[in-house]
């Protein structure tokens, strides 16, 4: 499907890595997933291990320095931590390529209001012009809010119709969406995944054309059931380009994976990490990873690909 959003080219000489290592329990992935010839040229084979019959499967895609941080305090914008790496910028470039072409094997992309107020113009939409392999290149852009008062209503995604949109909120936000939202709305709301039924689903898939509203929990979402409605809509791949929701899916056991680009500066301070806001694990109680693959586009940046383990 083409789509007028604004597209760029990326180089595949310039941004192709390599894989230095890969885990043999890639050899057993059973999902079957969108390739094209600039990922395979580019990044490679790109497989997934299984999916769930309850939620999606979910992934991130973030770049850190190499002590962690996702951000510099003097200029919190997310991507310098990638472009300001002087001995590498095609690195970077490659980790914008790597977000891409996990948008483009996902179905939906959940991005939290805080990314809306900082960037007025941002779309999880395919950038690259020349992956077009199956998918919609524009999946579905997910809002992820407490109670919807953070959510700009003015925003370029409530602007451009080829984005298809929902927000996932409490059930006391879904009636601030109600009194703010300009757009033309439809509402579902469910307290346990006992209460979606198949008219509901089907409720959503007819009205598809309008801003998609799930009110899960009373003054909280809840995740468990929001991601099961999100499965029985379509959503059989995630990515979640908001680190908070990240690290609160990660506290819930309901991350599968992060693709963690390693830019090669060093930050430290009090700069930002990863789950800053959130409750950070113990030493009795955290989970570990399995390395799935390394790829290295020079010795100043590595993406790292990881499963979550959970005990």
Not at 73 to 89: E, M, V
Request: hydrophobic residues 40%; charged residues 25%; contains cysteine.
């Amino acid at each position: 499907m083409a789509t007028s959003l604004f597209k760029m080219p990326f180089d595949v000489d310039r941004l192709k890595v390599q894989r230095i290592y890969a885990s043999k329990e890639l050899e057993h992935c059973t999902a079957e997933t969108m390739s094209c010839d600039k990922i395979r040229k580019i990044y490679g084979d790109l497989k997934f291990l299984e999916l769930h019959e309850d939620r999606p499967c979910t992934y991130t895609s973030l770049v850190t320095s190499l002590d962690g941080r996702i951000a510099f305090t003097d200029a919190p914008q997310g991507p310098l931590i990638a472009k300001l790496n002087k001995y590498d910028p095609a690195g970077a470039d490659t980790d914008w390529f790597i977000l891409n072409m996990l948008r483009a094997v996902s179905d939906g992309v959940m991005l939290g209001a805080g990314t809306m107020n900082a960037e007025a113009d941002y779309t999880c939409h395919v950038f690259d012009q020349d992956i077009e392999a199956g998918k919609n290149p524009v999946p579905w852009n997910i809002i992820t809010s407490l109670d919807a008062t953070d959510i700009p209503f003015d925003h370029v995604l409530f602007n451009t119709p080829e984005v298809p949109v929902m927000i996932s909120t409490s059930k006391q936000g879904v009636e601030l969406v109600k009194d703010k939202i300009k757009n033309n709305y439809f509402v579902v709301t469910a307290s346990s995944m006992e209460d979606v039924s198949d008219e509901m689903i089907a409720g959503m898939k007819d009205n598809g054309d309008k801003v998609l509203v799930i009110g899960t929990g009373d003054k909280t979402p809840d995740s468990k059931v929001a991601l099961y409605i999100l499965k029985r809509f379509g959503i059989d791949r995630l990515l979640v380009e908001t680190p908070s929701y990240m690290h609160y899916l990660v506290s819930q056991k309901m991350m599968d994976e992060l693709f963690f680009n390693y830019s090669c500066i060093y930050v430290g301070g009090q700069a930002l990490t990863i789950g800053k806001f959130g409750k950070e694990f113990g030493s009795k109680d955290h989970p570990h990873t399995r390395m799935l693959s390394i790829h290295s586009h020079s010795d100043h940046f590595f993406y790292f690909r990881h499963k979550l383990l959970y005990d």
